[in-house]
Protein backbone atom coordinates (compact mmCIF):
# COMPACT_ATOMS: atom_id res chain seq x y z
CA UNK A 1 0.00 0.00 0.00
CA UNK A 2 0.81 3.77 -0.11
CA UNK A 3 0.95 6.14 2.71
CA UNK A 4 -2.06 7.19 2.57
CA UNK A 5 -3.09 3.41 2.60
CA UNK A 6 -1.08 2.74 5.83
CA UNK A 7 -2.77 5.61 7.34
CA UNK A 8 -5.98 4.84 6.79
CA UNK A 9 -6.44 2.64 9.76
CA UNK A 10 -6.03 6.18 11.86
CA UNK A 11 -9.59 6.88 10.53
CA UNK A 12 -10.77 4.31 11.93
CA UNK A 13 -10.25 5.58 15.30
CA UNK A 14 -10.45 9.18 14.31
CA UNK A 15 -12.45 11.13 17.47
CA UNK A 16 -13.72 13.23 14.88
CA UNK A 17 -15.99 11.03 13.00
CA UNK A 18 -19.67 11.10 13.79
CA UNK A 19 -20.92 8.53 16.39
CA UNK A 20 -24.84 8.99 14.77
CA UNK A 21 -27.04 10.09 12.51
CA UNK A 22 -28.00 14.19 12.20
CA UNK A 23 -30.70 15.72 11.25
CA UNK A 24 -30.95 19.55 10.96
CA UNK A 25 -27.99 20.03 12.80
CA UNK A 26 -29.35 17.94 15.56
CA UNK A 27 -28.95 14.14 16.95
CA UNK A 28 -31.62 11.67 15.51
CA UNK A 29 -31.89 8.49 14.65
CA UNK A 30 -31.75 6.04 11.39
CA UNK A 31 -35.75 5.78 11.36
CA UNK A 32 -36.13 9.69 11.54
CA UNK A 33 -33.49 10.51 8.58
CA UNK A 34 -34.71 7.72 6.65
CA UNK A 35 -38.57 9.02 7.09
CA UNK A 36 -37.22 12.46 5.89
CA UNK A 37 -35.34 11.43 3.06
CA UNK A 38 -37.94 9.00 1.82
CA UNK A 39 -41.09 11.55 2.19
CA UNK A 40 -38.71 13.80 -0.09
CA UNK A 41 -37.95 11.58 -2.54
CA UNK A 42 -41.82 10.86 -2.98
CA UNK A 43 -42.34 14.68 -3.11
CA UNK A 44 -39.60 15.01 -5.49
CA UNK A 45 -41.09 11.81 -7.86
CA UNK A 46 -44.61 13.43 -8.02
CA UNK A 47 -43.56 16.71 -8.87
CA UNK A 48 -40.89 15.76 -11.08
CA UNK A 49 -38.23 17.23 -9.45
CA UNK A 50 -34.27 17.03 -10.35
CA UNK A 51 -32.22 14.41 -8.32
CA UNK A 52 -28.75 14.71 -8.53
CA UNK A 53 -25.91 12.27 -6.42
CA UNK A 54 -22.00 13.93 -6.45
CA UNK A 55 -19.88 11.40 -5.28
CA UNK A 56 -16.33 10.76 -6.38
CA UNK A 57 -14.88 7.91 -8.32
CA UNK A 58 -16.79 4.46 -6.81
CA UNK A 59 -14.57 1.23 -7.46
CA UNK A 60 -17.70 -0.76 -6.16
CA UNK A 61 -19.51 -2.60 -8.54
CA UNK A 62 -22.53 -3.19 -6.31
CA UNK A 63 -22.58 -0.08 -5.31
CA UNK A 64 -22.72 1.31 -8.43
CA UNK A 65 -25.69 -1.40 -9.36
CA UNK A 66 -27.78 0.10 -6.51
CA UNK A 67 -27.39 3.53 -7.49
CA UNK A 68 -28.11 2.97 -11.04
CA UNK A 69 -31.13 1.43 -9.59
CA UNK A 70 -31.90 4.57 -7.63
CA UNK A 71 -31.93 7.17 -10.40
CA UNK A 72 -33.76 5.15 -12.43
CA UNK A 73 -36.52 5.55 -10.12
CA UNK A 74 -36.73 9.50 -11.08
CA UNK A 75 -37.99 11.39 -14.06
CA UNK A 76 -34.90 13.71 -13.81
CA UNK A 77 -31.78 12.31 -12.05
CA UNK A 78 -28.34 11.71 -12.67
CA UNK A 79 -25.18 10.72 -11.05
CA UNK A 80 -21.73 12.97 -11.20
CA UNK A 81 -18.51 12.03 -10.95
CA UNK A 82 -15.77 14.34 -9.29
CA UNK A 83 -12.27 13.41 -8.13
CA UNK A 84 -10.57 16.04 -6.44
CA UNK A 85 -7.53 15.87 -8.32
CA UNK A 86 -9.05 15.57 -12.00
CA UNK A 87 -7.87 13.65 -15.05
CA UNK A 88 -10.87 14.09 -17.21
CA UNK A 89 -8.80 15.50 -20.06
CA UNK A 90 -7.79 11.54 -20.65
CA UNK A 91 -11.11 10.07 -21.00
CA UNK A 92 -12.29 13.26 -22.46
CA UNK A 93 -9.55 12.73 -25.10
CA UNK A 94 -10.71 9.09 -25.58
CA UNK A 95 -13.95 9.97 -25.89
CA UNK A 96 -13.14 11.91 -29.53
CA UNK A 97 -10.09 9.25 -30.52
CA UNK A 98 -11.70 6.60 -30.10
CA UNK A 99 -15.52 6.99 -29.40
CA UNK A 100 -16.12 6.07 -25.93
CA UNK A 101 -15.13 7.69 -22.82
CA UNK A 102 -12.62 5.65 -20.79
CA UNK A 103 -9.30 5.46 -18.49
CA UNK A 104 -7.32 3.59 -20.07
CA UNK A 105 -5.22 0.55 -18.44
CA UNK A 106 -1.42 1.53 -18.51
CA UNK A 107 1.18 -1.35 -18.55
CA UNK A 108 4.58 -0.41 -17.48
CA UNK A 109 5.38 -4.25 -17.29
CA UNK A 110 5.35 -4.48 -20.43
CA UNK A 111 7.19 -1.14 -21.49
CA UNK A 112 11.01 -0.64 -22.75
CA UNK A 113 11.24 2.64 -23.55
CA UNK A 114 8.67 5.02 -20.72
CA UNK A 115 7.79 8.81 -21.56
CA UNK A 116 6.39 10.63 -18.77
CA UNK A 117 4.91 14.00 -19.55
CA UNK A 118 4.04 15.69 -15.97
CA UNK A 119 2.62 12.51 -14.56
CA UNK A 120 3.81 11.31 -11.56
CA UNK A 121 2.73 8.07 -11.86
CA UNK A 122 5.31 6.79 -9.56
CA UNK A 123 4.17 8.85 -6.77
CA UNK A 124 0.59 10.69 -7.53
CA UNK A 125 -0.82 9.86 -10.52
CA UNK A 126 -4.21 7.44 -11.07
CA UNK A 127 -2.70 4.08 -9.47
CA UNK A 128 1.37 4.69 -7.80
CA UNK A 129 1.36 1.40 -5.73
CA UNK A 130 0.42 -0.72 -9.10
CA UNK A 131 2.08 1.33 -11.46
CA UNK A 132 5.34 1.33 -9.46
CA UNK A 133 5.79 -2.66 -8.82
CA UNK A 134 4.74 -2.90 -13.10
CA UNK A 135 7.18 -0.34 -13.53
CA UNK A 136 10.13 -2.56 -10.88
CA UNK A 137 9.38 -5.20 -13.09
CA UNK A 138 11.02 -3.78 -16.24
CA UNK A 139 13.71 -2.06 -14.00
CA UNK A 140 15.94 -4.60 -13.43
CA UNK A 141 19.74 -4.38 -13.66
CA UNK A 142 22.04 -5.71 -16.07
CA UNK A 143 25.48 -6.70 -16.10
CA UNK A 144 26.75 -3.73 -17.14
CA UNK A 145 24.61 -1.92 -14.04
CA UNK A 146 22.09 -0.48 -16.17
CA UNK A 147 18.53 -1.35 -16.24
CA UNK A 148 17.53 -2.70 -19.57
CA UNK A 149 15.02 -0.27 -20.09
CA UNK A 150 14.21 3.44 -20.50
CA UNK A 151 12.94 6.24 -19.02
CA UNK A 152 12.52 9.99 -19.91
CA UNK A 153 10.88 12.37 -18.08
CA UNK A 154 9.59 15.98 -18.57
CA UNK A 155 8.17 18.10 -15.40
CA UNK A 156 8.37 21.06 -14.38
CA UNK A 157 9.07 20.14 -10.39
CA UNK A 158 10.78 17.89 -9.34
CA UNK A 159 8.53 14.64 -8.52
CA UNK A 160 9.29 11.14 -7.63
CA UNK A 161 8.98 9.54 -10.91
CA UNK A 162 11.56 12.19 -11.93
CA UNK A 163 14.12 11.38 -9.51
CA UNK A 164 14.19 7.87 -11.07
CA UNK A 165 14.03 8.47 -14.90
CA UNK A 166 17.48 7.92 -17.12
CA UNK A 167 17.11 11.50 -18.62
CA UNK A 168 14.80 14.28 -16.90
CA UNK A 169 14.38 17.44 -18.60
CA UNK A 170 12.67 20.29 -16.56
CA UNK A 171 10.07 22.24 -18.62
CA UNK A 172 7.22 24.73 -17.81
CA UNK A 173 3.44 23.21 -17.73
CA UNK A 174 2.64 24.86 -20.88
CA UNK A 175 5.26 23.48 -23.15
CA UNK A 176 3.81 19.56 -22.36
CA UNK A 177 1.74 20.30 -25.37
CA UNK A 178 4.51 21.41 -28.12
CA UNK A 179 6.75 18.55 -26.86
CA UNK A 180 3.90 15.81 -27.33
CA UNK A 181 3.02 17.74 -31.04
CA UNK A 182 6.59 17.80 -32.33
CA UNK A 183 7.40 14.04 -30.98
CA UNK A 184 4.45 13.22 -32.79
CA UNK A 185 5.22 14.86 -36.20
CA UNK A 186 8.86 13.50 -35.87
CA UNK A 187 7.30 9.67 -35.32
CA UNK A 188 4.75 9.94 -37.92
CA UNK A 189 7.34 11.50 -40.56
CA UNK A 190 9.98 8.62 -40.01
CA UNK A 191 6.50 6.46 -39.61
CA UNK A 192 6.25 7.64 -43.42
CA UNK A 193 3.23 9.59 -42.41
CA UNK A 194 4.14 13.63 -41.92
CA UNK A 195 1.51 15.77 -41.26
CA UNK A 196 1.60 19.26 -42.05
CA UNK A 197 1.45 20.69 -38.99
CA UNK A 198 2.65 24.75 -38.51
CA UNK A 199 4.78 23.67 -35.26
CA UNK A 200 6.70 26.14 -33.05
CA UNK A 201 10.14 26.24 -32.23
CA UNK A 202 10.29 22.95 -29.99
CA UNK A 203 11.55 24.45 -26.75
CA UNK A 204 13.60 21.54 -25.78
CA UNK A 205 17.02 20.69 -28.05
CA UNK A 206 16.28 18.92 -31.84
CA UNK A 207 19.10 16.93 -30.62
CA UNK A 208 16.87 15.50 -27.15
CA UNK A 209 13.62 15.29 -29.78
CA UNK A 210 15.69 13.28 -32.29
CA UNK A 211 17.27 10.71 -30.10
CA UNK A 212 14.28 10.41 -28.05
CA UNK A 213 12.91 9.17 -31.43
CA UNK A 214 15.26 7.01 -32.24
CA UNK A 215 14.51 4.95 -28.84
CA UNK A 216 10.28 5.38 -29.59
CA UNK A 217 10.57 3.73 -33.22
CA UNK A 218 13.16 1.33 -32.02
CA UNK A 219 10.82 0.25 -29.19
CA UNK A 220 7.76 0.31 -31.67
CA UNK A 221 4.78 -1.94 -29.80
CA UNK A 222 6.82 -1.53 -26.55
CA UNK A 223 6.63 2.04 -25.77
CA UNK A 224 4.49 4.07 -23.49
CA UNK A 225 3.94 7.82 -23.61
CA UNK A 226 1.63 8.99 -20.54
CA UNK A 227 0.28 12.88 -20.13
CA UNK A 228 -0.49 14.12 -16.96
CA UNK A 229 -1.96 17.30 -18.62
CA UNK A 230 -5.11 18.55 -18.16
CA UNK A 231 -5.55 19.96 -21.99
CA UNK A 232 -7.97 17.76 -24.01
CA UNK A 233 -5.85 18.57 -27.54
CA UNK A 234 -2.90 17.91 -25.55
CA UNK A 235 -4.26 14.20 -24.55
CA UNK A 236 -5.82 13.76 -28.09
CA UNK A 237 -2.10 14.46 -29.56
CA UNK A 238 -0.38 11.91 -26.89
CA UNK A 239 -3.23 9.13 -27.93
CA UNK A 240 -1.92 9.79 -31.55
CA UNK A 241 1.71 9.43 -30.38
CA UNK A 242 0.61 6.10 -28.66
CA UNK A 243 -1.08 4.76 -31.97
CA UNK A 244 1.96 5.29 -34.32
CA UNK A 245 3.92 3.65 -31.84
CA UNK A 246 1.69 0.43 -31.80
CA UNK A 247 1.19 0.69 -27.99
CA UNK A 248 -2.74 -0.15 -28.27
CA UNK A 249 -2.88 -3.86 -27.34
CA UNK A 250 0.54 -4.16 -25.51
CA UNK A 251 1.46 -1.33 -23.13
CA UNK A 252 -2.10 0.87 -23.51
CA UNK A 253 -5.07 -1.62 -22.47
CA UNK A 254 -8.39 -0.28 -23.40
CA UNK A 255 -10.13 -3.52 -23.40
CA UNK A 256 -9.97 -3.61 -20.04
CA UNK A 257 -10.01 -0.13 -19.23
CA UNK A 258 -9.23 1.26 -15.43
CA UNK A 259 -12.22 2.22 -13.32
CA UNK A 260 -10.01 4.26 -10.98
CA UNK A 261 -10.22 7.81 -11.60
CA UNK A 262 -13.81 8.15 -13.53
CA UNK A 263 -14.44 12.27 -12.82
CA UNK A 264 -16.17 14.34 -15.11
CA UNK A 265 -15.17 17.66 -15.08
CA UNK A 266 -17.78 18.90 -17.88
CA UNK A 267 -20.49 16.96 -15.86
CA UNK A 268 -19.17 18.89 -12.91
CA UNK A 269 -19.39 22.24 -14.48
CA UNK A 270 -23.19 21.10 -15.22
CA UNK A 271 -24.63 20.74 -12.27
CA UNK A 272 -22.95 23.96 -10.81
CA UNK A 273 -24.72 25.89 -13.18
CA UNK A 274 -28.39 23.92 -12.01
CA UNK A 275 -27.19 24.69 -8.13
CA UNK A 276 -26.67 27.88 -9.33
CA UNK A 277 -30.09 28.20 -10.70
CA UNK A 278 -31.89 26.62 -8.09
CA UNK A 279 -32.87 23.85 -10.48
CA UNK A 280 -32.01 20.91 -7.75
CA UNK A 281 -34.62 19.82 -5.44
CA UNK A 282 -32.49 16.61 -3.63
CA UNK A 283 -28.85 16.60 -3.65
CA UNK A 284 -27.22 13.52 -2.17
CA UNK A 285 -22.98 14.04 -1.52
CA UNK A 286 -21.14 10.69 -1.06
CA UNK A 287 -17.23 10.24 -0.11
CA UNK A 288 -16.46 14.00 -1.53
CA UNK A 289 -16.50 17.90 0.52
CA UNK A 290 -17.27 19.95 -2.55
CA UNK A 291 -17.01 23.05 -0.87
CA UNK A 292 -13.83 22.72 0.73
CA UNK A 293 -12.46 20.75 -2.88
CA UNK A 294 -13.57 22.91 -5.92
CA UNK A 295 -12.42 26.25 -6.33
CA UNK A 296 -15.17 28.93 -5.56
CA UNK A 297 -15.87 27.09 -2.74
CA UNK A 298 -18.15 30.39 -1.50
CA UNK A 299 -20.26 30.74 -4.39
CA UNK A 300 -20.74 27.05 -4.07
CA UNK A 301 -22.00 26.96 -1.04
CA UNK A 302 -24.20 29.51 -1.87
CA UNK A 303 -25.69 27.45 -4.60
CA UNK A 304 -26.29 24.74 -2.27
CA UNK A 305 -28.58 27.08 -0.20
CA UNK A 306 -31.46 26.73 -2.96
CA UNK A 307 -31.79 23.13 -2.30
CA UNK A 308 -34.34 21.71 -0.52
CA UNK A 309 -33.33 18.90 1.01
CA UNK A 310 -29.59 17.82 0.82
CA UNK A 311 -28.31 14.58 2.34
CA UNK A 312 -24.14 13.84 3.22
CA UNK A 313 -23.43 10.25 3.71
CA UNK A 314 -19.80 11.33 5.23
CA UNK A 315 -17.60 10.07 8.24
CA UNK A 316 -17.71 13.69 9.79
CA UNK A 317 -18.88 17.13 9.87
CA UNK A 318 -16.69 18.71 6.99
CA UNK A 319 -17.74 21.54 5.13
CA UNK A 320 -20.11 20.12 3.21
CA UNK A 321 -21.75 17.64 5.55
CA UNK A 322 -22.05 21.40 7.90
CA UNK A 323 -24.46 22.66 5.47
CA UNK A 324 -26.34 19.20 4.86
CA UNK A 325 -30.01 19.14 6.59
CA UNK A 326 -29.40 15.12 6.94
CA UNK A 327 -25.98 13.48 7.15
CA UNK A 328 -25.86 10.21 6.85
CA UNK A 329 -21.87 8.61 8.47
CA UNK A 330 -20.82 5.94 6.70
CA UNK A 331 -19.15 2.80 7.82
CA UNK A 332 -15.11 3.43 7.44
CA UNK A 333 -13.97 0.40 4.89
CA UNK A 334 -12.58 -1.61 7.91
CA UNK A 335 -15.86 -1.91 9.10
CA UNK A 336 -18.31 -2.80 6.18
CA UNK A 337 -18.79 -5.89 3.64
CA UNK A 338 -18.17 -4.33 -0.29
CA UNK A 339 -16.39 -5.25 -3.10
CA UNK A 340 -14.17 -3.19 -5.65
CA UNK A 341 -13.13 -3.72 -9.33
CA UNK A 342 -10.43 -1.08 -10.12
CA UNK A 343 -9.74 -2.34 -13.57
CA UNK A 344 -11.98 -3.97 -15.70
CA UNK A 345 -11.87 -8.27 -14.89
CA UNK A 346 -10.12 -7.85 -11.28
CA UNK A 347 -12.51 -8.41 -8.73
CA UNK A 348 -12.27 -8.61 -4.84
CA UNK A 349 -14.96 -8.30 -1.92
CA UNK A 350 -14.13 -6.76 0.84
CA UNK A 351 -14.30 -8.11 4.11
CA UNK A 352 -14.71 -6.24 7.17
CA UNK A 353 -12.08 -6.75 10.09
CA UNK A 354 -14.30 -4.92 12.91
CA UNK A 355 -17.64 -4.18 14.13
CA UNK A 356 -18.85 -0.93 13.62
CA UNK A 357 -17.41 1.36 16.60
CA UNK A 358 -20.38 4.03 16.25
CA UNK A 359 -24.04 4.14 14.93
CA UNK A 360 -23.48 4.21 11.05
CA UNK A 361 -24.74 2.83 8.20
CA UNK A 362 -22.63 2.01 4.69
CA UNK A 363 -23.65 3.83 1.54
CA UNK A 364 -25.18 0.51 -0.04
CA UNK A 365 -27.13 -0.46 3.06
CA UNK A 366 -28.62 3.67 2.54
CA UNK A 367 -29.29 3.53 -1.18
CA UNK A 368 -31.41 -0.26 -0.31
CA UNK A 369 -33.28 1.54 2.63
CA UNK A 370 -33.71 4.77 -0.19
CA UNK A 371 -35.20 1.99 -2.79
CA UNK A 372 -37.44 0.63 -0.65
CA UNK A 373 -35.47 -3.03 0.05
CA UNK A 374 -33.14 -2.42 3.23
CA UNK A 375 -30.81 -4.92 3.40
CA UNK A 376 -27.00 -5.92 5.20
CA UNK A 377 -24.06 -5.37 3.00
CA UNK A 378 -23.44 -8.57 3.78
CA UNK A 379 -26.78 -9.53 1.81
CA UNK A 380 -26.40 -6.74 -0.42
CA UNK A 381 -22.92 -8.01 -1.83
CA UNK A 382 -24.20 -12.13 -2.48
CA UNK A 383 -27.12 -10.83 -3.48
CA UNK A 384 -25.15 -8.50 -6.59
CA UNK A 385 -22.44 -11.48 -7.69
Known amino acids: MCAVGQASILGLYDNQRLTHPMLNGNTATWAEVDATITERIEQVRQQGGAVRVLTGTLSSPTTTALLDEFIASFQNARHVVYDPISISAIPDAYATTHGIRLLPHYRFDRADVVVGLDADFLGTWISPVEFARSYATKRRVTDNGLPDTFHMQFESRLSLTGSKADQRIRIAPNEIGPIVTHLAARVAARAGTPVSWDLSTPTVSTEVLEELVDRLLAARGRALVVCGSQDVRTQIMCNFLNDLL ?140
Not at 269 to 298: F, H, K, T
Not at 304 to 329: F, G, M, N, W, Y
Not at 349 to 361: F, S
Open 246 to 385: GSYGTTIDIDQPSYQQQGNDADLDVLRNELAGGDVSLLIVAGVNPIYDLPEASTFAASLRKVSLIVSVADRLDETASVAHVVCPDHHYLESWGDAEPVAGVVSLIQPTIKPLHDTRSLIESLAMWIGRPSTAYDLVREHW
